[in-house]
């Protein structure tokens, strides 16, 4: 399970790290490559959240 953690903390630094390149970036492809690259790494670590909800234990 810490794996999965740090693997979701990597990819939401890596989403926020692509948004700001992204923002900076003058060249119009390269704004939107990385635009693209940080909606990929959100959605990644999106996926990688609810699997680590979904194995956590349910309290009944």
Same mark, same amino acid.
């Given at each position: 399970?810490?794996?999965? /953690?740090?693997?979701?903390?990597?990819?939401?630094?890596?989403? %926020?790290?692509?948004?700001?390149?992204? /923002?900076?970036?003058?060249? %119009?492809?390269?704004?939107?490559?990385?635009? /693209?690259?940080?909606?990929?790494?959100?959605?990644?670590?999106?996926?990688?959240?609810?699997?680590?909800?979904?194995?956590?234990?349910?309290?009944?």
């Amino acid at each position: 399970m810490k794996d999965m /953690k740090a693997h979701l903390e990597k990819l939401r630094v890596e989403a %926020e790290e692509c948004e700001l390149i992204s /923002k900076l970036a003058t060249n %119009e492809t390269k704004k939107d490559l990385f635009a /693209k690259l940080a909606a990929h790494h959100r959605a990644l670590a999106d996926e990688v959240e609810r699997t680590i909800n979904a194995s956590k234990p349910r309290s009944t």
